[in-house]
């Protein structure tokens, strides 16, 4: 499983040595019926990068192979001295790349046998504002809609997400859907791929999401397309959104499209329509307020129900599973973290004192950092993840992750393994077993191919192992079925139960949606009754609307800085790439820019300039980019040097949108060279 759409995948090893020779889709799999996508296959057949065999601990400003035993004893004695300390002192990263069991098992590690404010995971980069402007709007997380919905809606708006390069299998059936008597929207500045493929691409000005969207509501009560049964039966807040939207042309002129346009998605919504968002509209320092404009679009215009709603496209793997399992935002099971009955449950299925859990969920990942620069956290245990080139203003993180003592564990080298004390080199798919929870809730089995290599732990094992280093008994067991089976329990009676699910049921079902309350029943499309009511879990039993208007962009262009970074994926790579790096490549990250907006000639080298940081890149020029944008992709390693760490109250960044300028490569500019930009000979190939 490579992305959140949650292809089920068969995998055949090698007959001589270790990997993986045959991949392909699983026709038994009911989320995809044997579909896979190219890089979903390479990734498992021919993955990149350079792939972690050994422990590894820094001696002498090296790191050097070393024995399980050291490494594990370095790693728990660095982090113990901390939290005899101060807990708080620790943080701990997790990922949206780990198992069900590992998050679970993590969360409770840095929650209950730490006691730590300071955990997170980077799936906070990127899901957060969706997150919160569910539970803004119906009192709970994850998408109302499912994958079943996609083939009756007649009207597909994908706003902000390129579905076609992040979602292929998730994005033919949206587009057999639209082709079948349906019709494909994008809203999106760049004409991507998904936008070539649309009946209508609606180009507003990059980080102005917010400002369209209050346009179109603003549009749709000019015109009396409101439908005002549905939101006087089932929904509360419609008069005080009212009450401050603005006019929809002085709304639309903010956003750069005519009132034309607007009265186009106004039409659209007319039919059923499903409403697809993702990173454009989820990483802006108003991204919840943007996500929940969506959702009022949905209620304002009844789009709710069988062929549509609100859908926001999750990205790594177990996003979704990470949300309901690891207690990072919430306890398990979407237990809300300051309710002390709550509390009080989660302490005792845990067996720690109810004191040691953190009273707030934390300042997210970029809060995290923050908290080393300003001297409150010593030490760090990242796992599955790539905070060095992941989060915004990279520069800075990798300066922060040298100052404290840093145990990364992985299963590639990446930018942060590079900076740590200790190395814990880690199985990853195919090499470990246990569950994972796609976007529309859908929990499926992962099974290895093969046994991690000699030398290789599962994430699980380590976690166990560590937690029971700082709290005797916090683990009984490193088994995942028996870990599956303890975090299924800890959901029951809670809005994501999934207390019947069970390894057994998901072998002869193969996959299985939350909430599952017993062992024959599954979800479908959330908070629709049995006989068609609607019920949210909110004080008034009613969705609720949002009030926010746009307040501008994060950070406008200057003089001095005159054009807009924007960043986005690439069809053949996920993540910070690690994977689809070869060791030691540093080839520059690719500028496209318009001819116009181009002072350079195609394919020259040029440097990106933020008041952050300078990076080298090779030009491109694209009339897919609009005029005054240069676009640069996501998963280059040098790309968030340049990008800007405000971010929405959720903690989320503002990834999508900040100030640059392109100078010539012999124009200079300062540039960074630290240790994560140097090869690291320690590190072997499996």
């Not at 926001?312 to 002390?340: I, Y």
């Not at 949210?536 to 200057?558: I, W």
Request: glycine share 10%; aromatic share 6%.
């Amino acid at each position: 499983m490579r992305c959140a759409v949650g292809c089920g995948h068969v995998h055949h090893g090698a007959d001589i040595g270790d990997g993986v020779a045959v991949a392909r889709g699983d026709p038994a799999h009911p989320t995809n019926e044997g579909l896979a996508c190219g890089r979903g296959i390479r990734e498992s057949t021919d993955p990149g990068g350079e792939w972690l065999t050994r422990p590894l601990v820094r001696r002498s400003e090296e790191l050097v192979p070393t024995t399980w035993d050291i490494a594990l004893g370095a790693a728990v004695t660095g982090l113990r001295e901390q939290i005899a300390d101060d807990p708080h002192s620790v943080a701990v990263l997790g990922s949206g790349q780990q198992t069900n069991e590992a998050a679970y098992a993590l969360g409770k590690l840095a929650r209950g046998g730490i006691g730590t404010r300071h955990y997170d995971a980077n799936t906070t980069l990127c899901m957060a504002s969706a997150v919160a402007a569910y539970y803004d709007a119906f009192g709970s997380d994850a998408p109302p809609p499912t994958y079943d919905d996609i083939p009756d809606a007649e009207t597909h708006l994908v706003w902000g997400a390129n579905p076609a390069v992040a979602h292929p299998v998730m994005f033919r059936w949206i587009h057999d859907s639209a082709t079948d008597d349906g019709e494909l929207i994008v809203v999106d500045p760049v004409e991507t791929k998904t936008a070539q493929a649309a009946d209508e691409h609606v180009r507003p000005d990059p980080g102005t999401d917010l400002a369209l969207a209050r346009a179109v509501l603003a549009r749709l009560l000019d015109r009396g397309e409101v439908d005002r049964e549905f939101v006087a039966n089932h929904t509360v807040g419609f008069d005080d959104l009212q009450a401050v939207l603005p006019e929809a042309e002085t709304a639309a002129e903010r956003a750069g499209v005519s009132l034309a346009t607007v009265d186009r998605l106004c039409a659209a919504l007319a039919r059923p329509t499903l409403c697809y968002w993702g990173m454009g509209v989820n990483q802006h320092v108003q991204g919840t307020d943007t996500a929940a404009a969506l959702v009022d679009l949905c209620l304002a215009t009844g789009n709710l129900g069988s062929g549509s709603g609100p859908f926001s496209l999750t990205g790594q793997a177990n996003s979704m599973g990470t949300r309901v399992c690891s207690a990072k935002g919430t306890w398990p099971g979407h237990r809300p973290f300051a309710d002390p009955e709550a509390r009080r449950d989660v302490a005792s299925a845990w067996d720690v004192p109810v004191d040691r859990l953190p009273d707030d969920t934390g300042p997210g990942p970029v809060g995290i950092v923050e908290a080393i620069e300003a001297g409150h956290v010593d030490a760090a245990y990242a796992v599955a993840t790539n905070p060095a080139a992941g989060m915004p203003d990279a520069d800075a993180v990798r300066d922060a992750l040298e100052d404290v003592f840093l145990v990364v564990q992985d299963a590639f080298r990446t930018e942060t393994t590079a900076l740590a004390d200790v190395v814990l080199p880690a199985a990853t798919w195919g090499e470990c077993e246990g569950t994972t929870t796609n976007m529309e809730r859908r929990i499926s089995r992962v099974r290895p191919v093969m046994e991690p290599p000699a030398g290789v732990k599962t994430d699980l094992e380590l976690i166990t192992t560590l937690g029971n280093a700082f709290e005797p008994g916090l683990f009984a067991t490193d088994e995942p079925a028996a870990v599956f089976e303890e975090f299924a329990a800890l959901t029951r009676g809670t809005v994501a139960d999934c207390s019947g699910v069970s390894y057994a049921r998901l072998d002869a079902e193969h996959a299985v949606r939350w909430p599952a309350p017993d062992a024959t029943t599954q979800g479908g499309y959330r908070y629709l009754d049995d006989d068609g009511g609607w019920t949210f879990p909110t004080p008034s039993g009613r969705a609720r609307f949002s009030t926010a208007t746009f307040d501008g962009l994060a950070e406008p262009t200057s003089e001095s800085y005159p054009l807009t970074l924007t960043t986005a994926r690439t069809d053949a790579e996920y993540n910070t790439g690690i994977r689809s790096r070869d060791p030691g490549d540093d080839d520059p990250a690719t500028a496209r820019v318009h001819p116009e907006t181009a002072t350079a000639d195609d394919g020259a080298t040029v440097r990106v300039e933020s008041p952050r940081g300078s990076v080298p890149a090779r030009l491109t020029h694209d009339v897919a980019v609009p005029t005054g944008v240069v676009w640069l992709p996501i998963h280059h390693p040098r790309v968030n040097e340049l990008t800007t760490r405000k971010r929405d109250p959720t903690g989320e960044p503002n990834f999508k949108q900040c100030s640059v300028r392109v100078r010539a490569a012999e124009d200079g500019g300062a540039e960074r060279v630290g240790e994560a930009d140097k090869p690291d000979q320690s590190m072997t190939a499996r």
